[in-house]
């Protein structure tokens, strides 16, 4: 009875990805270099630690545009960083042959979940961003990488782009909106509904939030529905058996 429990959730190592995503075109080709060419002496677990490394720097930089903006360069060097050590790191060890596939999902998205915490937070402590709405940001981050999660040991599908949007497009906006608000300096936005103007780094974040929100609970939905009917649709099968079974006795 429990080995029939424990056969109902996809085995981890055996998972698909679903990465398509705007930049794919740009992405794909370019990691593929990158790992072939990746210097011997470095290992996925060095580009891990990169890519965590790279987060607190990115959330020590926003903090630091308190003294000056010019940190917002910085934090662009370190979403770069982030992406170099997050993009090639389980890509590298496929390329090498060298998978550890329980090892790698646990401490990949273990080190994900504590860079993005660290990257809201100082975006939060900002000058240019209210903290409540960097929180919330990272609520809604947080729920789309539990739907991930949840989908991954569900459906055995890791999918990380949902309406053409994945970690790479939102490291991609979030070095566009810091160099917009270097230049000009984060102004006031005048909305019709709204009677206060809101900061436009603020604004940027609100569409964030949106779309976070959104596309959890359109996915929620949606997939909920289809696992019920199929859920369904065995559970009818098996009770058609045991009532024929039932009837031929």
């Known amino acids: 009875m429990a080995k029939k429990k424990k056969n109902e959730l996809k085995n981890i190592k055996k998972h698909h990805r679903v990465n398509k995503i705007l930049l794919g075109p740009l992405e794909r080709p370019a990691i593929a270099w990158l790992v072939e060419h990746m210097p011997h002496w470095v290992t996925p677990d060095h580009l891990t630690f990169l890519g965590l490394l790279a987060s607190v720097l990115i959330g020590a930089c926003y903090y630091l545009t308190n003294f000056d903006k010019n940190f917002l360069w910085l934090a662009n060097l370190g979403f770069f960083l982030n992406w170099f050590g997050d993009s090639l790191d389980g890509n590298l060890a496929r390329y090498r042959k060298i998978e550890r596939p329980r090892y790698g999902f646990f401490i990949d998205h273990t080190i994900d979940t504590i860079s993005e915490v660290i990257i809201f937070i100082g975006i939060g402590l900002s000058p240019y961003v209210d903290l409540n709405l960097a929180l919330l940001a990272l609520v809604g981050y947080q ?3 539990n739907l991930v ?5 569900v459906k055995g599908e890791f999918k990380i782009s949902y309406g053409s949007l994945g970690p ?9 909106a810091n160099i917009i608000i270097y230049a000009i300096d984060n102004p006031l936005i005048h909305l019709p509904w709204q009677s206060t103007p809101i900061k436009l780094y603020n604004l940027i974040l609100m569409g964030a939030i949106f779309l976070l929100f959104f596309f959890f609970t359109y996915t929620t939905i949606t997939q909920g529905i289809k696992l019920e009917r199929k859920d369904r649709k065995k559970w009818l099968k098996k ?3 045991s009532k024929d079974s039932s009837q031929a006795d």
Do not use: H
């Not at 999660?149 to 040991?153: F, L």
């Not at 497009?169 to 070095?175: P, Q």
């Open 168 to 176: 790479t497009e939102v490291r991609v906006i979030a070095i566009i």
């Open 239 to 241: 009770l058609q058996k």
């Open 143 to 145: 729920c789309m990488a």
């Open 149 to 153: 999660y949840i989908t991954t040991s």
